[in-house]
Every structure is written in C-alpha cells, then in structure tokens.
C-alpha cells in the first residue's frame, strides 16, 4: 500500500449526540474524579487558614473574629461559593454512585443493565442534589 | 479502475446534489435541478420503512490516493430504489454496479460470517450486510471504519488489527490425548461458558469503536482478549497454558487498559459480551496474582 488516509480520531466530541451512556459514564466519571482532586487542593488551602488562627488569642476565636472564622464567614457569605457548593455535591454523589456502579461492573454484576444503573446514578444524583438546594442557599439570595 | 475517474465524474452529476457542479446549464437542467433537489429532500426527511418502491439517498466517504479528483476525501450521493429486504451492502453493490465501478468496499458472505464488510453506518459500527435500510434513518451515511487508515473509499488497512490478533496466539495449543482413537472432550458446561466468545468474525468493528484502543496502538482490544478468554477459559488446555496466556493479557495494554466504557459491546454484530469477558479476565488475574499459597 503506497498511501493511506489517516483521518484522527472520528469519534471525537463532535459526534457527543452519538455516545453511548457507557461512554457518558466514563467521561463523566473522570470529569467528576478530576474536579473532586481540584477542589482537595482548595479546600487545603481554606482549613489552613486554622493555623494562625490557633495562635490567637483565646478573646479573639470567641468573638469569632479569627482569620479562620473570617474566611469561612467571608467565602459562605459569597452567592458564587454558595452555588458551587451546590455544583461540589453534585459531582461528587455522582462520582461516588457511578463508582460504584463501576465497582460492581468489577464483580461482572449486573453488567446487562449496565446503562440503566448509569441512569439511575444520574437520577439518584438529580434527587439529592436538588434536596440540598434550600440547605445550601439559605439566606443568601 | 482508478483510470475512470473522467467517466465517473460525468455519472455522478446525475446523482450527486452538492459536487459537480452541471457544465452549461440549461433552463431544463436548471428544473430537473429543482426537481431532484425536492425529492431527495423529501426522501431524506420522509419516515424510513413506509414507502416500498421509491429511492432514498446513500451518502459514502470517498477517497483514493491515486486519482487525481479523489485525493482529497468526500463524500458522494447515489439515489438508490428501496427495496424490501435490502441491506446497507446491497444499496453500495447497487450504487457500485449501476453509477460508479470505481466504488471499492470489501464483501463476501452477505450473511454475517466472514466479517469482511465493517462500516461506520450512521454512526455506529455496522455489518453492511447485516443492516437492514429500513432500520435506518435516511439519508444513509456509509463511511469506513473509525481509527483505521484508509486505503481505498469504504477499505480500511486492518493489519494492526491483525497483529493484535495474532498476539495472543488464537489457537488451540492443548496436548493431543494418547491413544489413536481418544477424543479430545469437553464439557457441555465448559462448551457453554466459551460459546460466545468463539463466534467472533474479525471484523474489527469492536476494535474501531473503542476510543481507547485509537488512544493506544498497544491496546490489544476487545476482540484480540475475546480471543484469549476463548483459550484461557477451554478447560482443554492445560493449567501451564492458562498460565501462559494470562501473561499476555495481565498487562497494562493487555486486559487493564480496559475502562468499561461498553462501546465494543454495544456494536458487537455477533453479540458477543466483550466487556463481560474482559472483566472475568481481569478478575482471573488478579486471582492468579493473589496465589501465593
Ligand atoms: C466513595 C467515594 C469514591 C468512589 C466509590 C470512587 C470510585 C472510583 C472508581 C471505581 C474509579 C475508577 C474508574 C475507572 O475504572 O475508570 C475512580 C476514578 C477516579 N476517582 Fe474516584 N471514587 C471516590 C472518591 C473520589 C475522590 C474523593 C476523588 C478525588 C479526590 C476521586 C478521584 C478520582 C479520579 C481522579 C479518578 C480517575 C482516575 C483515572 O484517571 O483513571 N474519587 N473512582
Ligand atoms: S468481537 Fe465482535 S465486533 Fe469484535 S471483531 Fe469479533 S465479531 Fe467483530
Ligand atoms: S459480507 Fe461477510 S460479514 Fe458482511
């Protein structure tokens, strides 16, 4: 063969409309997995804001005027972060369910249903998610 | 075959709607234009299965790197006469025999045996021989498969395919029984748990469906661990052999780059439980690593 055509990865994201749920539930499980690992490192960052504040003086942390309680009060003061809260659970109650979907994928259980236990994983994700809403927003908006 | 390039041209003005574009056109061109125009249209947005005895539109990926006019891939429009019964190979036999013979894609069995004829058919990975039109929403988009070099319009190089294949070494290697006339047997039980997986027809379509296998060359693919699990699973073959052949899958590009996404499964044309069995060989590797009783 003198030439060939190479045309790259067909099945990219162009053709999203065509992926199957397997394929959601993999893309979705790494996204989820990933931003899960994002927000390890914040939320680091914010409870280390504890360390100086444990220097203080005891008046100080029961006034809660220390930098931990300020920057705590400051960010859940914010719409922004009250919202990505929301967005945290979210991805991860479903990061957890479809891992566990996967895990029994591991045994070989249930793999015929595999896409339904994918749906319901959205579902069930869908359900909690909205019942956190009135928790979360509280008193912000 | 590829010298007729001239002639094919001038064919395909009678079928193509959007290349080529009519030399001199004429006020009866311009209406027949029309005309043609709407019914494809129509033919393209009307329900599929209903109408018996009119045509529907096969759109296929051309390509040729030793014609002039097909270096540069494209996709060109033949208006087939639907007929019952008729299979997405049947329409590019039609459209090869009646527009254009330069039109190449592999076949032979025209019954889903000899897993020649894989094609991305509509977006999904497909025997042509085995889709039915009527199953199929219109116009019917032929192009060949995903994540394999083209050679030739709907042929696709499958040597790496091959090569995967091979590599597990799909082939009985248990010993001979002694005696002249003793039988090899199986269980029935035995028979069962690897009937599936002796079906498969290497037609690659599970290997080009699989986005991790296009990520990685190494990979061997649903088909080629389809292959192990049939030996690695025959009780026919000695424990040594197991052994054997679970060294070749209990590798990262063997059996662990395997990321469940159930892509293989979902376009088996034999129906095989590709991921089922690549997970019961996961399994079986980490019970063989686990042995050190
Ligand atoms: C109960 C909680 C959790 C469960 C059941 C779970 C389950 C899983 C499973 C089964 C996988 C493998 C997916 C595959 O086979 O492709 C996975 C992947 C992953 N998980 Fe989790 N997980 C959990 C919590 C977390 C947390 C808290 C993080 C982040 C800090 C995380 C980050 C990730 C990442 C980044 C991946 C992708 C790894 C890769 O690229 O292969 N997971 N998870
Ligand atoms: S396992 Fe199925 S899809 Fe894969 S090559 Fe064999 S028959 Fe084709
Ligand atoms: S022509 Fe043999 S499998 Fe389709």
Known sequence: MSQSYNRGLVEDFGRWREFTAGMWAWILHKFTGWVLVGYLFTHIAVLSTALPASNAASGVIAAETDVYTTTLQGLESLALVRVLEVGLLAVAVFHILNGVRL????????????????????????????ASVPTFLEGVF | ??????????????????????????????RREAKRTASDQRVASEPVGEIEGDTFRLKVFRYDPEVEGKMEPRFDDFTVPREK??????????????????????????????????????????????????????????EPLPHQDVVKDLVVDM???????????PFFQGDTPDGDLEEQRQSRENREKIKMSTRCIWCGACMSSCNIAAGDNEYLGPAAINKAYRFAMD???????????MKILDQEHGVWRCQTQFSCTNVCPKDIPLTEHIQELKREAVKQNLKFW
């Open chain 2, 1 to 30: 075959m590829s010298t007729q390039i001239q002639e094919e041209s001038e064919e395909a003005t009678e079928t193509e709607t959007e290349t080529a574009p009519v030399e001199r056109e004429s006020p009866g061109d311009r």
């Open chain 1, 103 to 130: 895990l029994f994928v591991d045994l070989g259980v249930g793999l015929e249903a595999q896409d339904k236990s994918f749906y319901a994983s959205l579902v069930v994700t869908a359900a909690i998610v909205l």
């Open chain 2, 159 to 169: 040597e790496h395919f091959y090569d995967q294949m091979h590599a597990v070494e």
């Open chain 2, 235 to 245: 009780d026919r073959e000695e424990d040594e052999l197991k052994e054997h052949r």
């Open chain 2, 85 to 142: 019964g008729m299979t997405v190979l049947d329409a590019l036999i039609y459209a090869r025999d009646h527009y254009d013979t330069t039109l190449t894609f592999r076949h032979s069995c025209r019954q889903a045996v000899c897993g020649s004829d894989a094609f991305f058919i509509n977006g999904r990975q497909r025997l042509g021989c085995q889709t039915q039109i009527s199953d199929l929403d219109g116009p019917v988009r032929v």
